[in-house]
């Protein structure tokens, strides 16, 4: 009898993704339907100065390797807040201050600044992703406590990948986002007829309003797209944050510059010009899109459009996925307008593993009763959807 030589790994922590080859990391990365976790992404939030140290994102990239070919990836953070996550853990935090536990720093695995389901650890297909996923598993328990790390945290996880990760002892929390799905359209018309008759003259009036404004919206991809509208887009983003989520602008003009030369394919910028005139737009909105899914970033505008919000980041998106056969918008954080356009409030998990044992035990005894009040929520939320009511047969 022969025994098979067991294969052998090893593995390694990165501070910067940079010094993983971008071939290897991609090899595992670019197969997934999520593109936030491929290597330009993430390097870019690193090498333009929005993800590091000083603002309170410190890289750690665990890797495992099978001699010299990476067989796993993780991307992952030590986080001393918890700001730019999405996930609003303050609670625990509250109740770990209360009993004298040190919450920060903790272990954080998700991309940063970046509310969009997908997380998980990177598993080349031929390998056995249980085994690995225990594997990375230990090793993090034993960075953290290391480090002394409250805990580990991976968010907006691929749904694919939350069986994996809770065989291995992490716990789920149930949240919502808001997502579009392409219920076989053709046209944007379309997707206005699964609307009541009142929300389809709504949508129409706010459209009209950004024409009567005197506005022309374009959408542009990839190569399309010109030099200029990536600087604009900063400004747009920094205006924003400045009005409305003060404390979480963290991309710099350096993180929009490098996305011509690094991402543009994946880019998908929507513009607002006065009409006739298309040198300088007065409102964008940023996109991302890989496969079927589309996702909605940034927005922002020089003065209050009325609706102008409403197209650039809801209803002009919309039609480019129609038309595009995109399956799947997933338009950002935030939800107030958003279920008024057809944005059904949709499950997405946090996974949560505490190492002070008294936090864990709490954690434990609640969420299941937490999971239950936010399901709640979500079932409530899409029976007031303003679609039409179906009739039965």
């Known amino acids: 009898m022969v025994t098979q030589p067991q294969p052998r790994y ?3 922590w990165f501070e910067q993704i940079g010094q993983i080859s971008q071939q290897a990391w991609d090899d595992l990365a670019v197969p997934l339907k999520t593109p936030f976790l491929e290597w330009h992404w993430l390097n870019n939030l690193e090498t333009s100065g929005s993800a590091i140290a000083r603002t309170g994102w410190l890289p750690q990239h665990l890797t495992v390797w099978q001699d010299q070919t990476l067989v796993a990836a993780a991307p992952l953070y030590v986080k001393g807040h918890s700001y730019g996550e ?5 609670q625990w935090a509250d109740v770990a201050y209360r009993m004298g536990i040190e919450y920060y720093p903790k272990l954080l695995g998700m991309t940063p600044f970046t509310p969009a389901e997908g997380y998980r650890f990177l598993i080349a297909p031929d390998e056995d992703e249980d085994m690995l996923t225990g594997l990375m598993v230990q090793v993090i328990d034993g960075f953290c406590a290391q480090n002394n790390l409250s805990g580990c945290h991976f968010l907006f996880v691929d749904p694919d990948w939350q069986p994996v990760i809770e065989r291995n002892g992490f716990k789920a929390w149930l949240h919502h986002s808001y997502i579009w799905q392409n219920e076989n359209f053709s046209t944007f018309d379309d997707y206005l007829g699964a609307f009541n008759a009142n929300q389809r003259r709504n949508i129409k009036r706010e459209r009209k309003s950004v024409a009567k404004a005197g506005l022309e919206l374009r959408t542009y991809q990839g190569e399309e797209i010109p030099d200029f509208l990536y600087g604009r887009m900063h400004h747009y983003y920094q205006d924003t944050c400045d009005k409305f989520m003060w404390g979480s602008k963290y991309l710099t003009r350096r993180f929009f510059l490098d996305l011509q030369s690094t991402y543009a394919d994946r880019v998908i910028f929507v ?11 007065v409102g964008m909105s940023f996109c991302l899109t890989k496969g079927e899914q589309l996702y909605g970033r940034y927005w922002g505008s020089d003065r209050e459009f009325d609706c102008l919000h409403f197209e650039a980041c809801y209803y002009s998106p919309i039609e480019w996925a129609v038309a595009q056969g995109i399956q799947r918008f997933d338009p950002g954080a935030g939800g107030r307008h958003k279920k008024r356009r057809g944005f059904r409030a949709t499950p997405n998990y946090s ?10 035990q709490i954690f434990h005894h609640y969420i299941d009763e937490i999971n239950e009040d936010e399901q709640r929520e979500i079932d409530y939320i899409n029976q007031e959807l303003p679609f039409k009511q179906k009739t039965g047969s």
């Open 10 to 12: 090893s593995v390694q």
């Open 271 to 281: 513009a607002a010009y006065p009409e006739g005139d298309i040198q300088q737009p």
């Open 351 to 360: 996974l949560h593993r505490f190492y002070e044992p008294r936090l864990q």
């Open 86 to 90: 999405f996930v609003f853990d303050h």
